[in-house]
């Protein structure tokens, strides 16, 4: 299926984009794109001064720049700002970016033209990915410049399973490096598509992340013989918000008809709140996950070039300003970051209430033979860690404040750094869900005979058992964790009917 780019993507389109899809644009769009090329010509004849036009960028923003070193200026800058470092970006999260930088230059307002975007748009259907850093950048720039090498045959990229030079990925798909146009270079390294790009991915990951924490809390619950009173549709009622409103529902419906939660009715006043406020927690990320959405697509609807170019080819306007900026992008990846994590919390204090024989009522460490075998008793340590880790990671990214660019760009928001640990944090989640996924599912095998699972939860521990055999210290634990979080990657919980 081809991602059509009319007005403008939405986060659900450029994570498409990422997975693979093709991406094309309107004639609507092209129409834009053709108007603001002719904007830039027009400024250009003018000899107004245009910021990144003909001048020279950042400090150097009062230096003008003249004739034919306006298109020597744009090859500069991607050269100079490529300078990331550490581990590449996978594939997905390259994609992610180019599909927000075709989105933010098709909006018109940077004057880049129309065979710039055919370009980007090539090597997204062609499967070229420009080897982009994932560490030094304070802002966005080297990551869109790396991005942009590749383009101009510089930079190295990723094609049929080969790390080759720009220049050998172009040759191979049929393509001539592009010679820039003024202020071309600079549109591809500025704007926020990076932190909107990876945001967008993070979105997809945390959305699927959150269904599954929902599955396995249901596991965890019906295993532990909660009391359903607390969650129920009256109980509920009481309390306004659509997430927590979603997760009671997504609970209720898992544990229908469930003979062990029938069994437990009146054992317990009322459960631990691991058990008892699930929806509260969860929900409560659902809630966020929502604003970050709304955040990440009223991003993907701006402009995010610095400067913007306006008005008509006989009266053409530019704006300098700092659309580049976006400290509501980053303060709403912090935002979920730190739902994400308190989740995590919740679902290791479920865990440990599964694993812990002072209050599970189940073998100790839900070990075949306790004594002998250790059982859980490690993967708790392991879910307890990832967790610290996350708490870590919570630390906002958008207060990290930072000078660049001698004394001009004297505030940072941080949003792609924001955005990178957001990804880090839903790693952390996915082996978290993954191992309390599985102890639910070892729980379940132990008291089989005792009461007959809900519908719900018997899909979701026949998913878990599609993909890992019961625990009795045979094997690596470890690599259950990897192989049941790979198949959280890959799919969504199985829905109650």
């Not at 991602?3 to 129409?31: C, F, H, K, M, P």
């Not at 080897?131 to 045959?153: D, E, K, M």
């Not at 309390?436 to 058992?465: C, F, H, P, S």
């Amino acid at each position: 299926m081809t991602v059509i780019l009319e007005e403008s993507l939405d986060w659900r389109q450029v994570a498409a984009v990422a997975d693979g899809e093709a991406l094309s644009l309107s004639e609507t769009a092209w129409g834009r794109l053709e108007a603001g090329a002719a904007l830039i010509s027009a400024i250009i004849a003018s000899n107004v001064r245009a910021y990144g036009v003909n001048t020279g960028v950042g400090a150097l923003s009062d230096t003008i720049i003249s004739g034919e070193a306006q298109s020597r200026l744009s090859r500069k800058i991607l050269l100079s700002h490529a300078c990331g470092t550490g581990e590449l970006l996978d594939r997905a999260s390259v994609r992610a970016i180019m599909a927000a930088q075709v989105n933010n230059l098709a909006h018109g307002a940077s004057g880049i033209r129309p065979q710039v975007i055919d370009a980007f748009l090539t090597l997204l259907e062609k499967g070229v990915t420009p080897s982009v850093p994932a560490r030094g950048s304070a802002g966005y720039l080297t990551h869109n410049a790396h991005i942009g090498l590749v383009l101009i045959g510089e930079g190295r990229a990723h094609l049929a399973g080969e790390t080759v030079s720009g220049r050998e990925a172009l040759s191979r798909i049929g393509m001539q490096p592009i010679a820039l146009g003024p202020k071309e270079g600079l549109s591809l390294a500025n704007g926020t598509a990076c932190a909107t790009g990876l945001a967008s991915l993070a979105l997809k990951r945390s959305e699927r992340v959150l269904g599954w924490l929902d599955a396995a809390a249901a596991l965890t619950m019906e295993a532990a013989g909660c009391q359903m009173a607390a969650i129920s549709e009256e109980a509920q009622s009481l309390r306004v918000s659509p997430g927590f409103q979603l997760s009671g529902a997504l609970l209720r419906a898992r544990l229908a008809g469930s003979g062990l939660i029938a069994a437990a009715r009146g054992k317990r006043t009322q459960d631990a709140l691991s058990l008892r406020a699930v929806p509260h927690a969860h929900g409560a990320a659902r809630d966020m996950f929502d604003f970050a959405a709304m955040a990440v697509n009223r991003e993907l609807a701006s402009v995010s070039d610095n400067p913007a170019v306006l008005g008509t080819p006989e009266n053409p306007v530019v704006r300098s300003q700092a659309h580049a900026v976006s400290p509501g992008l980053a303060q709403a990846a912090d935002a979920l970051c730190l739902s994400l994590a308190q989740t995590g919390m919740m679902s290791e204090r479920r865990l440990d209430r599964l694993v812990n024989p002072l209050l599970s009522g189940l073998p100790a460490f839900l070990a075949t033979d306790a004594g002998e075998d250790s059982g859980f008793m490690i993967a708790q340590y392991t879910a307890s860690a990832l967790c610290s880790d996350n708490r870590r990671l919570a630390a906002p990214a958008s207060t990290d404040g930072g000078v660049t660019s001698g004394l001009q760009e004297d505030f940072l928001a941080h949003a792609t750094a924001a955005a990178v640990k957001l990804h880090a944090v839903i790693d952390n989640l996915e082996y978290i869900a993954a191992i309390e996924l599985m102890a639910g599912a070892q729980a379940a095998d132990l008291i089989a005979t005792t009461g007959k699972r809900a519908a719900g939860t018997e899909a979701i521990y026949q998913a878990v058992r599609a993909v890992i055999l019961p625990y009795a210290d045979d094997r690596p634990l470890g690599d259950d964790f990897a192989a049941l979080r790979a198949m959280l990657r890959r799919n969504d919980p199985p829905m109650p009917d």
